[in-house]
């Protein structure tokens, strides 16, 4: 044994070093990856054109080099290493260096019709919020509603989806849920109250029951003890009736502890329920301000990616996209999806009770105490001054001059001026000239008009709005977003990009349009989770148009369908910005929001498709293809 002790000696502390070993490789390998991660962006930045270089190096061809430019610019817009803005501007770059297209002819694509659309709709919307319109209209639709707990959610849903139409959605989001949380602190507050008082007043009712019993039990008591005395057995009869009062006190302490147990039941059930319901408002208030968007052009980035894809796609369309016509095709769907999804919340949340939720009944003590709270927020706002009442006639004129511009069932006011021969007068014009006067009506009265003597000294009141509010409020980058996918799809035409995907997906023609349009709604509703819904639209919306033009289908077929469901983000906190601002607020989960959006989406999907071959036939003769649509195939 002792020729091998040395041999043993040098295994061991052979294995007790390389067991020493492991816990600093281990370190070694956390703090590594751990760099790894905090440069992800810069590596992504370095590594992802230097991978895909080989593409262009490979296929010199211009279908080649758009491909190398798109595919970079899809994989950084899904990361996120650099701003979306900044990669929307790449095809400046790119475009020239890569010889696909003139710097001049790229430049053009940033600030085109749909633009200006987009940006007169951003001025109003900002108008709307900065003299706080729409907190006046939120709250008066909310007191025409009702606060009626059945019905809360289902007005606090409509008012939201309503607002979203003409704001952004996370304005209409982060103004909702406060007035929302207000009303259910209020309700259960109330409920908390008549809880107190009805256990208190069940307190002193055992009381006054109890003092009775112990008034007849001492009348008895005295009168045994009388009777035990004669007959000579006194002590033993006390002793008797001490045990009895004992038993008497355990019951009474018994019967109060289970009315504490039940009173404690009760109010963590009602703490259970007003979390549910809290739940299901933050929920429905961030799902309706998504839904609401889709209903007007102006009202998410998307619709207006369609518009300007299609006109730039298909020149000669005839304006088959125009506010009235999105209006008259999307506003049907977003009142169908707003109810399927209010009743799927009601029931995972609530609870749906036909009688209950339909029924007419009289007003609680509760139901009037948060009526009163959103008056009392109404009245806060006081009466409704100039400023608010100029920008309630603007926006009107708005609505009203977009609607009548070109309703497609008779000729419009611009039809019969402007546009006899060409399309003069688009929606951007009205939206530009309508956002204009903002900056040019004063936003009070002149201290003369309203017999104020000092008119001669006072300061002239400043304009409805400032450059430098809208400087601050408008969001630039969704203006280069939407500039970066025009110049994407004129880059993917002018190369030959788009007639190459088209020549590819032609063994598509065996499939039956109404499921190809179900398989990408799905396929664009998952990519949006993860990725920007505008980097989405921007991205599908070109090749569903080269698509749809080599299987011979009509492109508003899949691309109307395609824009909605880059909506259906409703699965995690940062598909949307409206999603994270409930998340952040409420008490929510990420498996509440899986739970609800999940089904959400199938909804969406389904009510799309239902829309699209129903109604969207009739409007846009979608089961022809039309002779507009061969424009883009080009050899």
């Known amino acids: 044994m002792l020729l091998f002790y040395p041999v043993f000696t040098v295994r061991d502390s052979a294995i007790a070093s390389h067991t020493s070993c492991a816990p600093w490789i281990m370190a070694g390998c956390c703090t590594f990856l751990n760099i790894l991660w905090k440069y992800r962006n810069y590596i992504i930045v370095v590594l992802t054109p230097l991978l895909l ?42 475009f020239p260096m890569l010889q696909i297209m003139e710097s001049d002819e790229v430049c053009i694509q940033y600030l ?62 982060a103004m909702m849920l406060p007035i929302a949380k207000a009303v259910l602190d209020q309700l259960s507050d109330t409920e908390a109250r008549a809880e107190e008082k009805e256990w208190e007043m069940m307190v002193v009712s055992d009381g006054e029951e109890n003092s009775a019993f112990q008034m007849e039990d001492d009348k ?73 968007g889709t209903a007007t052009l102006t009202g998410t980035t998307p619709n207006v990616i369609l518009k300007g894809q299609i006109d730039e796609l298909f020149p000669d369309n005839g304006g088959i996209i125009n506010f009235a016509s999105w209006f008259g095709f999307s506003f049907p769907n977003m009142v169908l999806m707003l109810v399927l999804s209010w009743l799927w919340l009601q029931i995972l ?47 009107t004129l708005l609505v009203l001059l977009w609607f009548t511009r070109d309703p497609g069932f008779i000729p419009g006011w611009a039809t019969v001026l402007f546009n006899q021969q060409k399309k003069y007068v688009t929606d951007g014009t009205v939206a530009i000239l309508m956002s204009s006067l903002f900056f040019c009506i004063p936003s009070s009265l002149p201290p003369c008009c309203c017999g104020s003597s000092d008119g001669a000294s006072a300061e002239a009141p400043p304009p409805l709005l400032s450059w430098s509010i809208v400087h601050q409020k408008l969001p630039w980058n969704t203006l280069l977003l939407l500039g970066g996918g025009f110049a994407l799809a004129h880059g993917s035409d002018k190369s030959g990009l788009s007639a ?31 990725s920007s819904n505008t980097a989405t639209t921007t991205l599908f919306l070109p090749i569903l148009a080269s698509m749809a033009v080599a299987i011979k289908i009509h492109p508003m077929y899949v691309m109307i369908p395609c824009t909605f469901a880059s909506n259906l983000a409703f699965m995690l906190p940062v598909a949307t910005p409206p999603n994270a601002i409930a998340f952040s607020f409420g008490n929510l989960k990420v498996v509440d929001m899986v739970k609800a959006g999940s089904m959400l989406n199938i909804i969406g999907v389904v009510t799309i498709n239902l829309a699209i071959n129903t109604w969207g036939v009739a409007m846009f003769h979608l089961n022809t293809f039309p002779e507009w649509a061969n424009v883009t195939v080009k050899p």
């Open 220 to 292: 008895t008591d005295t009168d045994s003890v009388l009777h035990v005395q004669v007959h000579g057995f006194t002590k033993d009869a006390i002793k008797h009736e001490n045990s009895k009062d004992l038993q008497d006190a355990g019951e009474d302490d018994n019967y109060c502890c289970a009315k504490r147990a039940e009173a404690e039941q009760r109010r963590a059930n009602r703490e259970q329920k007003y979390s549910r319901l809290s739940k299901g408002m933050s929920l429905g208030i961030c799902y309706s301000a998504s839904i609401g």
């Open 349 to 395: 949340f609530v609870g749906f009770n036909l009688k209950e939720s339909f029924g007419c009944c009289t007003k609680s003590q509760g139901q009037k105490e948060d009526y009163q709270v959103i008056k009392h927020e109404y009245k806060k706002l006081g009466p409704i001054r100039f400023a608010e009442a100029c920008v309630l006639l603007i926006f």
């Open 500 to 530: 190459w995907l088209g020549d590819t997906l032609i063994p598509l023609q065996n499939i039956p349009p109404f499921a190809i349009s179900i398989l990408l709604c799905l396929l664009v509703a998952l990519f949006t989770e993860c």
């Open 53 to 94: 270089l080989p593409l262009p190096l490979l296929i010199p061809t211009p279908e080649g080099k758009c491909g190398f430019a798109i595919i970079l610019m899809a994989l950084y817009w899904c990361t996120e290493c650099i701003p979306l803005a900044v990669t929307a501007l790449l095809p400046v770059i790119l």
């Open 112 to 173: 085109k019709d749909s633009n200006m659309l987009f940006f007169g709709g951003l001025v109003v919307a900002i108008a709307v919020e900065q003299w706080n319109l729409h907190k006046r209209i939120a709250l008066q639709v909310l007191l025409v509603i009702g606060v009626k707990p059945s019905f809360l959610m289902v007005g606090f849903m409509s008012t939201t989806a309503f607002l979203s139409m003409w704001i952004s959605n996370s304005a209409a989001t």
